[in-house]
Structures are given as structure tokens and as C-alpha cells.
């Protein structure tokens, strides 16, 4: 297959598209069709005639499509797949929070999200069994985590570090003066 990149390139659709948004339109306007009802009927009996018309016989009349190699799975290869972590407690956040039913000790799992609307999570190819969670289940022997301690302001002025730096200062200051 060989994929055309431009508009020049793709020819006869391209010719096509040129059509309907001009010869088409124009008709239809002289046709005096205001409703989508109409427009769609108006084409149900156009279209077999264009194509009556301007449509070519194939060179082969053989069937070329390859066959679907043995072990592909069009579900799976035809799907989007997004890498998410999998937390401690066997959750996965997705849209919404699963929970893995597997015993499976990984810190990563592919979520693959199907054309006709499924979701799996796999890991290694594997099917993982799942379940939506609503919230997520709090452990009576996990803690509050304690507020973080509030940071105190400058050191006195008699601190070890004070003393330190505000007497190179004072040396320094000294020094400098004739």
C-alpha cells in the first residue's frame, strides 16, 4: 500500500470530494431542498446514478486481500493501550479505580481500551480479572498521616551558626577598612 500525503496525490477521491461540494450543492439548491429528509433523499437517487456513470470496472476481478495471519487478534492489536501502576492494594486508576482480582506481584499493567466499547488489563498478554471500586477502602491500621511540623523563623542571635557567620562577617568588614 502506498499512502498518497496530499490533496494532488489522491486523485480520483480528491475529484470526487470536488463534486459533491460543487456540482451536488448546486443541484440540490435547484432542486429547492431545504431538509435534511429531502437532501438525504435526493442523494439515495443520485448517487446509483453517478456512480452508473463514472464508475470503473477493477482490472482483477480476483479477490487480492491477504489473509488474517493465524494467531493476530484484531481486538487486540486494533485497540488503544495505556501503561498504568499498579498501587499496593491492587488498584488501577483508569477514568475510574478497578480493583485486580489476580494475585499478580507487578508494578505496571496495560490497560486496552476496544473498539466496540470493553475494557481489558493485561499483564505480559495476560488477562487480569477486574472489578469497578467506587472509593477506595480505608485500613483500620493505616494512620493519619501527623501535619507536617511548621518551620520556625531565623536562629537567635546567640545560635551556634549565627555567632559563626556573624563573626567571619565582622572580620571580613574589618579587614576591609583602612
Known sequence: MIHAHSPQAKGRI?????????RVIKEMRLAEIT???EAKRFLAG????????????????????RPLPQGLDL??????????VLRKDFTVAHRTLYQIQDNVRTARVTVEERLNGTMRITHQGLRLRYHVITTRQVLAHETPKAPLKKRRGPPSPDHPWRKTFVSR????????IP
Request: glycine letters at 2%; hydrophobic letters at 35%; one cysteine or more.
Open 14 to 22: 480528491e475529484r470526487l470530494f470536488g463534486t459533491f461540494q460543487d
Open 35 to 37: 431538509t435534511m429528509k
Open 46 to 65: 443520485d448517487l446509483p446514478i453517478y456512480n452508473r456513470r463514472f464508475s470503473l470496472q477493477p482490472a482483477q476481478a480476483a479477490d487480492l486481500h
Open 75 to 84: 481486538n487486540r492489536a486494533l485497540c488503544i493501550k495505556t501503561e498504568r
Open 169 to 176: 562577617k565582622k572580620k571580613e568588614a574589618s579587614a576591609a
